[in-house]
């Protein structure tokens, strides 16, 4: 009888880790794998996220931070693989509190990877973002692009991303870095763009459209999105990156005028304000890379998925009610525009 794969997955309640879990452990599943989740539950970390998959013997659950070393090491060292999620995501909370970003996302990623050196899993994932290029005029970043981030978030991105490949290269270990553009989908914490201006319409309140509206950003559905981490994982090489693309290129005004479309609401509920310090005018990755290597083609039509993700919150006011008031200590007009 084969030996399940047993897979730890760090951040993975929270909304696309807890997607992937949902996923990989579900019927369309790998199959064959045991999953343990390690996450700290911060505002963000949403245990229901998991629900779906708690009675199955496959699956366990450690609360806990990447950057306590002793418990890491413990989990590493039980573990054939990794797939590390975990990190602080929001930029607007960047801007006012960068150094639990460096914590988390930089010497958090370098706790993993320094027990993963002594453990030697089969598989590192370390999935990362769009942002740690910073802003594209035109055309698309490909995996070899200079890495220039521009707000506290994407330096943290960035340097946990050149840590993880400096483990590859110096000691050998199987470091994949994945880099996304921006995901939607349901169970996406209400602090991100689409699901505040989602909740803010269906409660009939105001949503906040920073600058012109005109930066631009590629869309990807998170069941895309898990599908191209789990095809690197399974068959994606070490010391590669690869990038997974939605290909729904739209300016954050065409996208407020789509969401105003599937919740049924006026254009007088949107309020421009002024632009985020340092805002990236637009994002967009060449993800031909993973397209040719591993065959991954973005399965999700936007509109369509989107009228979906408007209808599960729609239909799912007692999971993200309760989260808008946990998110509300950040003073800030608007939300960032991330996964």
Known sequence: MTTAVRILVTGGAGFIGSHYVRTL????????????????????????????VRGSDRFAF?????????????LVGRHDQIVHFAAETHVDRSLHAAD????????????????????????????STDEVYGSI???SWTEDAPLAPNSPYAATKASSDLLALACHRTHGVDVRITRCSNNYGPHHF??????????????????????????VRDWLHVDDHVRGIEL????????????????A??????????LLD??????????????????????SLDWSKIRDDLEYRPRRGFEEALVETVAWYRDNRPWWEPLKKRAAPLDSPGPGVRA
């Open 190 to 215: 209400p602090e991100k763009l689409i699901p505040l201006f989602v909740t803010n319409l269906l409660d009939g309140a105001e949503v906040p459209l920073y600058g012109d509206g005109l930066d």
């Open 232 to 247: 690197v994982r399974t068959g994606g090489r070490a010391g590669e990156v690869y990038h997974i693309g939605g290909g």
């Open 262 to 283: 599937a919740v049924g609401a006026d254009a007088s509920l949107v309020r421009n304000v002024e632009d985020r310090k340092g805002h990236d005018r637009r994002y």
């Open 137 to 139: 005029a035109k055309g």
């Open 25 to 52: 452990l579900g019927p369309e599943g790998a199959g064959g794998v045991h999953v343990t989740v390690l996450d700290k539950l911060t505002y963000a970390g949403v245990a229901a996220n998991l629900d779906a």
């Open 249 to 258: 290129e739209l300016t954050n005004r065409e996208l407020t005028r789509l």
């Open 100 to 127: 639990a970003f460096v914590r988390t996302n930089v010497h958090g990623t370098q706790t993993l990877l320094d027990t993963a050196l002594r453990y030697r899993p089969e598989v590192f994932v370390h999935v």
């Open 62 to 74: 450690v609360q806990g931070d990447i950057c306590d070393a002793e418990l890491v090491d413990k």
